[in-house]
């Protein structure tokens, strides 16, 4: 099959044609701002080797999931496309943070002062997914939902830094409990996994039942894939920062 999930030629067509309108959105915001040349151009050097990846491989969960619920709640995904930006961004800020958490800042970055991945991390968790959220309004969004769109970012970006730093104090394995481990997963994995699909159901509807059941999906989803992250840290072909660093993963406190 043409993709290693399975996925049919035109699956990953429609998925390359969302990666395409989203990046090219965010592509398009950050060359609009108002900031010397120097940082947009770290920033969009960034966001376009993030793009280049997703391009060949697009399952991306930030791209997909908002809009695929979107549609599944109101038959069409191009209104989402602010909000699937808005979702890449809090990802691309939270993947580079804990990159530079974990040691281990990809290829483009060693090779450059990496002060500024911190500072290109911030401006994505600080700025551009809020003025992806802003372009709804140019969409004639309700002011009530971009204000709920807003604070679920902000809710959900507190969450994964908390979960974030809890990952970091959870080193003796001796007193890490499962209890532990598993809040710590569905606060740093599970609560950015619940805000895809909570995001593109507040955008469609505002049935708060569909909106929690698409929010429950999430949550689940997002915890699976972190603990199929944490397997692969194990018996993947590449070494594990995590196992190199001493921090025990779901399946070693499991064992």
């Known amino acids: 099959m043409p993709g290693s999930c399975g996925e049919s030629r035109a699956d990953l067509a429609l998925m390359r044609g969302r990666v395409e309108r989203v990046f090219g959105f965010l592509d398009e915001l950050i060359e609009a701002l108002p900031v010397p040349a120097g940082h947009k151009g770290l920033l969009q050097s960034h966001v376009r080797t993030i793009g280049e990846e997703a391009r060949a491989f697009p399952r991306m969960s930030a791209v997909q999931v908002p809009l695929l619920v979107h549609a599944a709640v109101s038959g069409e995904e191009r209104p989402a496309v602010p909000v699937a930006a808005a979702c890449t961004a809090l990802y691309l800020g939270v993947d580079l943070q804990d990159s530079i958490l974990d040691h281990e800042l990809p290829p483009p970055w060693q090779d450059r002062d990496q002060a500024g991945a911190g500072l290109i991390a911030a401006t994505l968790l600080g700025s551009l997914l809020q003025i992806c959220i802003a372009r709804l309004w140019q969409q004639g969004a309700p002011p009530a939902r971009l204000w709920a769109l807003a604070r679920q970012f902000a809710d ?14 959870l080193q003796d394995l001796e ?16 609560s950015a996994g619940a805000l895809l699909a909570r995001a593109g159901a507040t955008l469609a509807t505002e049935d708060s039942s569909r909106i929690e059941a698409y929010t429950a999906f999430g949550l689940c989803c997002g915890v699976a894939k972190q603990l199929i992250n944490d397997v692969y840290g194990i018996w993947g072909e590449a070494s594990s920062q995590d196992l190199s660093n001493g921090r025990p993963t779901f399946p070693i406190v499991h064992a």
């Open 156 to 169: 959900t970006l507190l969450a994964v830094m908390a979960g974030q730093h809890e990952d970091l104090l």
């Open 175 to 190: 007193s890490v409990s499962l209890e532990d481990s598993r809040a710590m997963i569905e606060r740093k994995s599970g």
